[in-house]
């Protein structure tokens, strides 16, 4: 049994990460706005937002999921400089302060991960995900760097995600002709589900992925590497 922290543990992807870890007999700490309706081991009521460090908690960390995002997009014309702080506040500065507070509790693990969320944007160009894409671009450069420098002893990776049904993701799924077209644009002819990135980071929690790190892993039903 190992223990996880998993900030966005509420909904979407955390939750059903949540879930699976639970249901393996995992000790969970969820840390978010809201609890989750899950059996979490504690739950931490925290804004990533605040500017102030979250609560310190005791005893080790195997793993630190750092789920939190945004979806803003919108033509660069029309964004604002409130929008890119909005999305780098959310996206970079929560996981900064989320590593920051725990890797006390990681560095307790004889083998820990950190597993960070970016966007099949920043390696794919899309139009209207300037703001998301830019915040999400340095993350993926904290990944690597947190990978090297935590090396042997804690892994870093980072999940590159398309289009997967979520709350967050709900204006863009909310009828079928939308969830067709986006599914046509993938080679694999569907969206993601939240299971589908939960069950990767699930992996690269384990012992399973002990050999993984400085990765940015695109689970993105093909559309960042394939043209059919």
Sequence with gaps: MKRYLIAGASSGIGYALAKQLISNGHEVISISRTAPDLQVLQHIAYDVKDEALPPAIDGALDGLVYCPGSINLKPFKGLKQSDFQNDIDISLHGAVKMIQRYLPNLQQSNSASIVLFST??????????????????????????LAAELAPNIRVNVIAPSLVKTPLAAR???????????ADRHPLKRIGDADDIASVVAMLLSDNASW?????????????????
């Excluded at 990765?215 to 059919?228: A, E, F, R, T, Y």
Aim: glycine content about 12%; overall charge neutral.
């Design 172 to 182: 863009l799924t909310d009828n079928d002709t939308k969830v067709q077209a986006a």
């Design 212 to 228: 993984i790190t400085g990765q940015v892993l695109h689970i993105d039903g093909g559309i960042s590497s394939l043209k059919l």
């Design 120 to 145: 099949v944007a920043v390696q794919t160009g899309m139009p209207y995900h300037a703001s998301v894409a830019a915040a999400k671009g340095a993350v993926e450069g904290l990944g690597r760097a």
